[in-house]
């Protein structure tokens, strides 16, 4: 909380107000822990996520969303999941580049 907010809200200018609770000069430390608290869940997340995606590029999988003529597999739990090659998806994709580069196409129509 900025050093500013903090002396609004000790000399009883400003109250926060959230769905769960209503702060005023009587909750700083609480602000400061529940804040605090916030930060560190946050913090675990990240590395978590990263811990994540290094696992899967380790096993060889992309972390990646499927790229154009390709499909992610649904199949597998999360973390798991493979991309394939659609059937038909590359002549779909040859397709796309083939009337954008007539000039005739932007890449909305062609959508």
């Known amino acids: 909380m900025a050093e ?9 200018q400003i109250k926060i107000i959230t769905p769960t609770k209503t702060y005023d000069e009587n909750d700083i430390f609480i602000l400061y822990v529940e804040f605090g ?4 869940f946050s913090n675990d997340l990240s590395k978590s996520v990263k811990r994540g995606l290094n696992d899967k ?12 003529g390709y499909c992610n597999d649904m199949t597998k739990p999360k973390g798991l999941k493979d991309i ?3 059937r038909n998806g590359l002549k779909t994709v040859r397709k ?10 932007t890449p909305a129509l062609i959508y």
Do not use: E, F, V
């Open 96 to 105: 796309m580049w083939d009337l954008l580069l007539t000039g005739q196409y």
């Open 57 to 68: 590029l380790l096993s060889g999988k992309a972390p990646i969303q499927a790229p154009i």
């Open 84 to 86: 394939w090659l659609m």
């Open 4 to 12: 500013s907010s903090r002396g609004l809200l000790q000399n009883k």
């Open 37 to 40: 608290m916030a930060n560190q």
